[in-house]
């Protein structure tokens, strides 16, 4: 079976792992503060806090910027829910706008229309790894007066204009095992802002500067020195998986045929965390024909967040038509670095055989 992801992890993260445990430091220290300082340089940010997952990455960087009960953040509907429950953890609303059906990130065109009085945030998702239009989203942002926290938690090292995402707003990073870096589980803040920094770490560490004195409520959402040490050894091999997966989705979108492949914006770096291709009313029959042929494929996402049970009792009743179209058409392809040629060309093959 030609697999959808695996985690890429080398004798040099099993040293790294070994040797932590041997220097028995295992919770939060020097490793964490090593693969920090490497993630901002990375993004080019002044700062990076690191978080016990993605998820805890969000809700931290929501609390940093003092978003809570009675206010809104707008979001898109068609990603990981967990962007959205990250806002509603901090007793927060998130406020739906429709994607753009190219890039399948939010339409930056349709948000000024969703902002009322109560806005407070935009957080926008570079959804498998390509990046918002985050001119436009600034732009908005700064006009409104708008915080910005993007939902970076796919798109490690995905560019606009030479620029990290991440380092536009406050950036939230996710290393699950099927990121295109992991640390098993395991988050990233990034911002330029001393003041969210300060307080992401407060959030992050119950809330206590020095031990045992508490400044503030907070959580336990740090990361520990093994995942650190495993973060450090993969964020160096990151550009090189960048260029696989890029290399492999060049590949594809040049032979395959009777479908839609991804766009990547001119002036935007896709890093292709999913290539996800649109098959109008014959997914699920190419799904289930990859998959006789030994072909792994995922739909990403197959109901959007407003439309999911666990979001009706707060009363979501928004029709958000492209979004909804896009989840019955959407089918990501194995794109990861382990892929050999031969497996590339038989996942074209497979493809491409279904219509003749
Ligand atoms: C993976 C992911 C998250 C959550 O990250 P975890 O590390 O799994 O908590 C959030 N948003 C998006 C878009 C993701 O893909």
Redo the contacts with the bound molecule.
């Keep these: 079976m030609i697999s959808l992801s695996v985690p890429l992890l080398e004798a040099e993260e099993k040293q790294a792992v070994l040797e932590v445990l041997e220097s028995r430091q295992l919770a939060q220290g020097e490793k964490v503060r090593a693969f920090e300082e490497a993630f901002a340089a990375f993004c080019g940010t002044k700062h990076a806090i690191a978080t016990s ?6 809700q931290t960087a929501i609390l940093a910027h003092g978003i809570g009960p009675g206010d809104e953040v707008i979001t898109t509907p068609f ?2 829910i ?2 959205a429950n ?1 806002i509603l953890f901090a007793g927060a609303k998130p406020v739906f706008v429709d994607i753009d059906e190219r890039t399948y990130n939010i339409d930056a065109s349709r948000i000024e229309e969703a902002l009322t009085p109560r806005t407070k945030a935009i957080l926008p ?1 570079h ?1 498998f790894g390509h990046p918002c239009d985050m001119e436009a989203i600034m732009d908005i942002a700064i006009r409104h007066g708008l915080v910005v926290i993007e ?1 970076a ?2 798109a490690h090292g995905a560019m606009v204009k030479g620029r990290k995402v991440g380092s536009f707003g406050t950036g ?1 990073f ?3 095992p ?2 295109n870096i992991t640390t098993a ?3 990233m803040i990034t911002t330029d802002s001393d003041e969210i920094a300060d307080r992401a770490r407060l959030i992050r560490n119950h809330g206590q500067r020095e031990r045992y004195y508490h400044e503030m409520i907070g959580y336990n959402f740090r990361m520990t020195e093994i995942q650190a040490a495993i973060g450090l050894v993969q964020l160096n091999k990151l550009e090189r998986f960048i260029a696989m997966r890029r290399a492999n989705a060049a590949y594809l979108t040049q032979k395959l045929k009777g479908v839609i492949t991804p766009l990547e914006v001119p002036g935007c770096r896709h890093v292709y ?1 999913q290539y996800t291709i649109r098959v109008p009313n014959s997914r699920d029959q190419l799904a289930n024909y990859l998959r006789e042929r030994g072909i792994a494929t995922g739909v990403y996402y197959p109901l959007p967040v407003h439309k999911q049970r666990a979001y009706q009792c707060l009363g979501y009743a928004d029709h958000l038509p492209v979004a909804e179209a896009v989840s019955r058409e959407v089918l990501a392809l194995p794109v990861h670095p382990a892929l050999t040629r031969e497996d590339l060309d038989r996942i074209i093959e497979g493809v491409n055989s279904l219509w003749s």
Excluded: N, P
């Excluded at 997952?53 to 969000?58: D, E, I, N, Q, R």
């Design positions: 997952s993605g998820t805890t990455a969000l990603t990981f967990a962007s990250a998702v959804l939902d938690c796919q939230c996710s290393f699950y099927t990121k589980e395991g988050g965390h």
